[in-house]
């Protein structure tokens, strides 16, 4: 049996995860603080969940607690690691850009310090397509150049590229860097706008529509994520291996970065329309000028995804935000 270590395993897309995991047959050893960025019950109610399989253990303690994650790497030895503890969100990182070099700089080289002291088989780190900035080239590609980051969350993401990066150069530690583009779906994050979108249109409150709507999301469904996430657990960054065409694998490191979007923009006023639709209720709309550290469009190229695993997330936005929708009234009762 496989273990696997999985950071942010109370989080969104760490809960959906290690269930996937779990489902696969791993040994999952969790680690979440549960800090208080959103609703702690919430994430509380996914942890219960998670420890009803018999394969899932969880450490509350934050990933830059002095010796932490050693001590987890000592006792568990993890072949894989699945690093998606951060601190998320581009307004936030606005108000308080301190907890952003807690978490994601200093927690993000405690885990690298621990993967050289017991190297695992393959580490997996969440980037995001938010480090793509200021560039305007659609779609995104993983060779483009990122040196125009709009936000200081960004920027903390494409300092843990380069982190992980020298790593896996000087201690030869197979990383692949995920860059995620908006992800939704149930159990999903309520600082994000599909669960601000629909609280506030079930509730019969105004939405806050930025850059006065004219805005385009490359939105990834939860299941078609964690799908891709576990095809590349077995796609091993190998310098020796067969040349990809458009491949970003590192000519110096086993290291590579991933784009997993739908590679399909949406409008955000067909976004709404869709959260309309499954609400069956009309929004009322505040339009509002762009947010700061916001981009107006997100587009992945996909291509290096499907041609490393087969794969391309392909759920249609309609039934994702269906899905969504059910379960929010369901877990809320409304
Ligand atoms: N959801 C998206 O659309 C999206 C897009 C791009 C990138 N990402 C990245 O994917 C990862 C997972 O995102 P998510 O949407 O599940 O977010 P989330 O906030 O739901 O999950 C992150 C989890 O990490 C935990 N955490 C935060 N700081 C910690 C620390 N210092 N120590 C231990 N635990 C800590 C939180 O309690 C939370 O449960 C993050 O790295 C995020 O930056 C997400």
Known sequence: MRTAFVTGSAGFIGYHCCKRLLDDGFRVIGLDSLNDYYDVQLKERRQQMLLQSRGFTVDNRKLEDPGCLMQLFQDHRPDIVV???????????????????????TGTFELLEAARAYPPEHMLLASTSSVYGANTQMPYRETDKVDTQMSFYAATKKANEAMAHSYAHLYHLPITMFRFFTVYGPWGRPDMALFKFTRAILNGDPIDVFNQGDMQRDFTYITDLVHAIRLLIDAVPDTDSPAIEGDSLSPVAPYRIVNIGNSQPVQLIDFIAAIEKATGRQATQNLMPMQPGDVPATWADAELLKKLTGYAPQTELADGVTAFVEWYREYYRV
Not at 89 to 103: C, F, L, N, T
């Open 83 to 105: 690093h998606l503890a951060a601190q998320a969100g581009v307004r936030y990182s606005i108000d308080s850009p301190k907890d952003y070099v807690e978490a994601n700089l």
